[in-house]
């Protein structure tokens, strides 16, 4: 009998109108757009191949000018993650645009690519184990 009841009130309870479950639905509307944007992780065979897909896409380099110096994949541009003004370059580029991120291990280039995200970029791909694991696997790079 008490279980009866209990199911009962707990029916009840979740049938009831409840204001705090409306706004969670209007904020879920609201971070929709958002959520639409893409920001993944993809090794370096599957960069590679959906860089040479994408025909308008940035493929941008947050490395120091140290590090590029070493060797950079072929067309990349470089705005370097530690630089002051980084946060202020990202903010002038085209957010509509896709961008393929990388750095030297993965690390930055993760960090840069959840700022752009979370400043309204439709599109970034970041390069899982950066610029070593692309020479790593044997893939084209060019010197600067």
Known sequence: MN????????SLTGCSPDKKEAKTETETAVATPQSRAVNDVLEPADFKQKLAANTGAVLLDVRTPEEVAEG???????????????KEKIAAL???KPYFVYCKVGG???KAA??????GFQEVHNLKGGYDAWVGQGLAVEKK
């Open 3 to 10: 279980l009866t009841t209990l199911l009962i009130l707990l």
């Open 72 to 86: 950079a994949l072929p067309g990349a541009v470089n705005i370097n993650f530690n630089a002051p003004d980084f």
């Open 94 to 96: 085209d957010k509509t």
């Open 108 to 110: 930055r280039s993760g």
């Open 114 to 119: 959840t700022l752009m995200n979370e400043s």
